[in-house]
């Protein structure tokens, strides 16, 4: 059990107000969910890699007319969600497993933090899937943490590797990032670009997969 773990299952109703003020440090995700509801329509929205909600939460929040499903592969997810539970689901599966399912088309994939989790030699497939899962038209947002030299991404290096516990984390350079989207999806085009604050790091991307 990683230490993050530890300290969540000791807080009890402190989780939500914790984990926020935790985030916070490194992310502005009121900020992030601005930006994201200002890249096109978002009628239905498809999170990969939700998490315990806490982007699905002023998602919904700042679109009321907004449907939300959130996938991760760990188990309970969207387990700390506030928000109206007949606008979003979430469920535990894998792209591939949501794909077979045949949905409606999202008019907003998010792929939010997630890329440095996964091998290197998924990425590309993970990309294509949730593009595979847009709707025409419809945006699909890959944000992570940039690797660079400073200490701000020691310290994300470091709550990762040793608060969350993934031993297996792996941030990429922008150059790298950037070379993973476009291999996966060269049909699509970017954008959007831009750093989501408080650190620099925060790097976001929105394409749209041409005509």
């Given at each position: 059990m990683s230490l993050g773990t530890l300290v969540r299952n000791r807080l009890g109703s402190l989780e939500v107000p914790a984990a926020?003020?935790?985030?916070?440090?490194f992310i502005n995700l009121d900020d992030l969910a601005t930006t994201l509801l200002s890249l096109g329509p978002a009628g239905r929205i498809l999170e990969v890699g939700c998490g315990d909600a806490a982007l699905a939460h002023r998602l919904t929040a700042r679109s009321p007319t907004s449907s939300y499903l959130g996938?991760?592969?760990?188990?309970?997810?969207?387990?700390l969600f506030l928000g109206d539970p007949d606008r979003?689901?979430?469920?535990?599966?894998?792209?591939?497993?949501?794909?077979?399912?045949?949905?409606?088309?999202f008019d907003l994939v998010m792929i939010?933090?997630?890329?440095?989790h996964v091998p290197v030699p998924q990425r590309r497939q993970l990309i294509?899937?949730?593009?595979s899962l847009a709707a025409p038209g419809a945006v699909l947002a890959i944000k992570d943490w940039e690797r660079d030299a400073g200490a701000a991404h020691w310290l994300a290096y470091a709550a990762d590797r040793y608060i969350s516990g993934d031993r297996t984390v792996d941030f990429p350079s922008r150059r790298e990032l950037r070379s993973a989207i476009a291999t996966a999806l060269p049909d699509w085009v970017p954008?959007?670009?831009?750093?989501?604050p408080p650190l620099r790091n925060n790097v976001l991307y929105a394409l749209r997969k041409v005509a």
């Open positions: 926020n003020l935790y985030r916070s440090a996938i991760d592969i760990a188990p309970a997810p969207g387990r979003a689901r979430f469920r535990s599966m894998s792209t591939s497993q949501l794909i077979a399912e045949d949905p409606e088309p939010v933090d997630v890329l440095h294509q899937d949730a593009a954008f959007l670009e831009t750093r989501i």
